[in-house]
């Protein structure tokens, strides 16, 4: 799995285009994925990437990083293990893309917001 291409709403993935925000977890792409509130991302909106365990979530936190992280993400996160890296959406697609290389797509998850 690759992601090939990214601008503002917009995302190629082998080939694929997405408009909206996706998360990707064991390689499944989960489409059009939504947070309970808006630009603030929880532990809540990432059941399925908990329940996946990987070894490290991506975050892309839009192309102006206006998604926010709650304050207790990452030490929720981490309590199953899990490692939690958030940037803008472009360098977190290029991030995603090391380590899906590095260390498999069992490994690395990626929920990533499109726009702002």
């Known amino acids: 799995m690759k992601i090939e291409f990214y601008r503002f709403g ?3 993935i082998d080939g694929k285009k997405y408009t909206n925000d996706l998360k990707i977890i064991k390689g499944k792409i989960v489409a059009g994925w939504r947070r309970q509130q808006g630009h603030l991302l929880q532990i809540t909106d990432l059941s399925d990437v908990v329940k ?3 070894h490290t979530l991506v975050v892309g936190t839009g192309a102006n990083d206006l998604m926010r992280l709650s304050q207790d993400l990452a030490q929720s996160l981490g309590k199953h293990g ?3 890296e958030a940037i803008s959406t472009a360098l ?3 991030r995603f893309n090391d380590l899906i290389q ?3 797509e069992e490994n690395i998850a990626g929920a990533f917001h499109l726009t702002c």
């Open 102 to 104: 590095q260390h498999g």
């Open 10 to 12: 917009q995302m190629i």
């Open 52 to 54: 996946a365990k990987p």
């Open 92 to 94: 977190a697609i290029e």
């Open 82 to 84: 899990i490692r939690l």
